[in-house]
């Protein structure tokens, strides 16, 4: 396994870690609401599992297995290694900044109230109260409306800052 | 093929199964109205596709494929990854389980069966973090 490979591999493996206790985290505070703020890692979560652990992954290993450049460049034999090492830099500064932008910028990508819309609406929502389980792509001082059950009706039901 | 792999290939085929029926009955939900159970289900359905599926096909052919630890014992101790299998798979079942039960009506079994997937999936998260580890090396 070149070098490269393996610095992905062992970054994918440390998203993976964190993102699984990010989750976990997460689960135990729905399970007992404990910690409010460990719902602020949904960003960093969806993100580091997604990018960080899988896409990373299959770049390091993609990078390690696929056909070399045998006879075209035989001191290359995997092609630029620094376009290859722009994509690890990119990628994880890309998954680092990715929790602050869900919380700061509303959420590129997903809807509103994703994917806590069934939660947020279901008669369990009082098991958080109100504040304790917060939208992170909605806008602060958004604190959501009893019975609304589509995307629409949230957007709608939003408060102005 | 080892043993193990074939099992987290055979349950990240039927995770992914039960995922994609779980997707389509999602689906129909924006024409025809749920019970409250199934919507609070959207994240079961996303972790029986991402983690069920995806991510348990992804360890098992990694445990298979990576690089040997030694001679001796090629792939580390299979005690553990087999520890891995039955803690990410009960974790998921039972996440499937209290998840929508805790949404609809939160009784202390629900989150305590909740609280307990959630350790078993971090659990089985780490270990096998530290059982691919020594794996990836040069030779």
New interface residues.
């Given amino acids: 396994?070149?070098?490269l490979s393996?610095y992905m591999?062992?970054l994918a493996?440390?998203h993976?870690?964190l993102?699984?206790?990010f989750?976990?985290?997460m689960?135990?505070h729905?399970?007992?609401p404990i910690a409010p703020w460990a719902m602020r890692l949904l960003p960093w979560h969806i993100h580091g599992?997604?990018i960080g652990?899988?896409i990373q992954?299959a770049f390091g290993v993609a990078y390690w297995i696929f056909p070399r450049f045998a006879l075209e460049r035989p001191g290359d034999p995997r092609g630029r290694a620094g376009w290859a090492r722009a994509s690890l830099v990119l990628l994880n500064a890309g998954v680092l900044c990715a929790g602050p932008a869900g919380r700061w910028a509303g959420g590129p990508g997903l809807p509103s109230g994703w994917?806590w819309?069934?939660?947020g609406s279901?008669?369990?929502s009082s098991?958080c109260g109100p504040g304790c389980a917060p939208r992170f792509y909605d806008p602060p001082g958004y604190r959501g409306e009893p019975g609304s059950?589509t995307i629409g009706a949230l957007s709608a039901a939003r408060i102005p800052s | 093929m080892p043993r193990l792999t074939r099992w987290f290939i055979r349950a990240a085929l039927g995770h992914l199964l039960v995922a994609l029926l779980l997707g389509a009955l999602l689906g129909w939900g924006r024409v025809i109205s749920l019970p409250p159970i199934l919507t609070a289900a959207t994240p079961v359905y996303f972790h029986l596709l991402m983690l069920g599926g995806v991510a348990q096909f992804i360890i098992g052919v990694a445990w298979w494929m990576f690089p040997p630890l030694s001679k001796e014992r090629p792939r580390g101790n299979e005690a553990l990854a087999w520890a891995v299998f039955f803690l990410l798979n009960g974790g998921l079942i039972l996440r499937a389980i209290c998840e929508p039960w805790v949404a609809v009506d939160p009784q202390p079994i629900a989150r305590g069966g909740l609280f307990l997937s959630a350790l078993a999936l971090v659990a089985a998260g780490w270990i096998f973090v530290g059982l691919l580890w020594p794996r990836v090396k040069g030779r």
Avoid: E, N, Q, Y
């Fill in positions: 396994m070149p070098p393996r591999v062992r493996l440390l993976l870690a993102g699984f206790f989750g976990g985290l689960l135990a729905k399970a007992f599992l997604l652990w899988t992954l994917p819309r069934p939660w279901s008669p369990s098991i059950d």
